[in-house]
């Protein structure tokens, strides 16, 4: 995925993705998915309330350090179904240096749900 640059988007464009933040309640592993991942039950506040999401974050996080962490996730791409698992939310994180997905997240804490602009 790194490498080439993206086509040029407008405004309006990066307005239609809605990246909210929220905190991970729940975290386990995932061994139905095809690659390795643990599954997340995050909570975006009382207005987008509690999502879940397939995340292939198994080389820099443990489960134990998730759970209670702010992470940045895509809230309105439609649901996608992993395994047995539906996923709600898209999980945001960028490449280490060996590939692996480091996850994002605001540096202090912030209130769950806000909008990333």
């Known amino acids: 995925m790194s490498g080439e640059a ?3 988007i ?4 990066f307005r239609k993705v809605d990246i909210r933040v929220g905190t991970v309640l729940e975290a386990r592993p995932f061994p139905e998915a095809r690659k390795p991942a643990l599954q997340l039950l995050v909570d975006f506040g009382p207005e987008f309330g ?3 999401s397939s995340a292939q974050i198994t080389r820099n996080d443990t489960v134990q350090e998730l759970v ?3 992470v940045a996730a895509v ?3 439609p649901p996608r179904q992993i395994g047995p698992m539906m996923s709600e939310v898209l999980t945001l994180g960028f490449p280490d240096e060996a590939g692996e997905v480091m996850l994002i997240a605001p540096d202090r804490k912030v209130p769950n749900g806000g909008r990333l602009y």
């Open 6 to 8: 993206a086509e040029t």
């Open 10 to 13: 407008t405004f309006d464009d």
């Open 75 to 77: 809230v309105n791409f």
């Open 50 to 52: 509690i999502k879940k």
């Open 68 to 70: 209670g962490r702010q």
